[in-house]
């Protein structure tokens, strides 16, 4: 049997290159290695203040920017996380064995409640619970994330470690799936953080016509050195090169060789071709499921019900092992 991956995208903004280099791409190309299940977490989304009626929209533009990036629903199984109950439920019961401690530690829950502890939602909180839910809810063996998303993935083998030492063997300890190249892409107007959909700014969205990635990336952040190299201490230009790394498949050595005596002007305009030329095989998939969105609607019905096929018996178990679903005693011949 071949390995199980689960992994998933909030739809909490139009998904970005680094999302694509960082996972999606990794996604598309493991599919004939493993037994996959991709997701759209529309329920993690909600944990930052959400216009229904754009969560609803980019629900939707999530899931077909998806397949149009090649996740294919005849190897791959494709659903919006709130399509499946099974998700909050197992939620609630990892809940209640997850150490505030462990939750305390989470660098994401402090970077995005930053001074608002206090006034932000205790699923902002919590959020690292749901996603171990959707992981051990299908017994998920590898879990292909960026950089960002490693310690959630780690607390998620402490919670079912944890889970199988107090009700026996039940849940499959997952291992993160990290790529050497692309895990981590930066923001382009301050490569000190990381590219993301709710930061617009420094991002390159999967939509961007040529021209806009042009202007973004003339626009990047660089330095004064005026040397290419491949050095992480020339942050921006790094993550620049980074970028055209995976997109043109040379080695540092061969890229350095390549724009010896040549100003960043050069290497931004390779760096924006390349992605352009990545993007446009994607968009023009895209563009085909705009036209006729109920292929979309029809993929993300069908990927729910099998989901809730395979995640169900695994509630169902959790749920016996701590002693719920117990048949109640009748109290009648007691009276
Ligand atoms: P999200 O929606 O922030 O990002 C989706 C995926 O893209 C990766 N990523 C990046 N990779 C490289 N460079 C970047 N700048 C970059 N930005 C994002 C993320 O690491 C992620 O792999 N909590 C998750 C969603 C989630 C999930 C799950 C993932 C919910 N349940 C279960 C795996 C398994 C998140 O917010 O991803």
Redesign the pocket.
Known sequence: MQPRV?????P?GSP?L??Y????RNWAEGQDKFDNIF?V?DL?ALTLPQNPRELRQNTWETAAMLLAAGIDPDRSLLFV?SHVPEHTALTWLLNTITPMGWLNRMTQFKTKAGSERDSVGAGLYN?PV??AA??LAYGANL???????KQ??ELTRDIAERFNTLFGETLTVPQPLIPEV?????ALDDPSR????SEPAGAISLSDAPDVVRKKIARAVTDSLGIVRFDPSQAGLYNLLSIHRILSGLSPQEMEARFEGQGYRVVKDEVASLISDALKPLQDRYAAFQREPEIVDRILAEGADRAHDLAAPTVRRVEESMGLRARIQSTASAL
């Not at 990381?194 to 959909?197: E, R, V």
């Open positions: 689960f992994s998933g995208i909030q909490s970005t680094g999302n280099l960082g996972a999606i997701c977490v993690h996380q959020y749901l996603m959707d992981i879990v292909p994330v960026g950089d960002d998303q959630h993935v692309g895990a981590r892409i930066m990381k590219m993301s959909k």
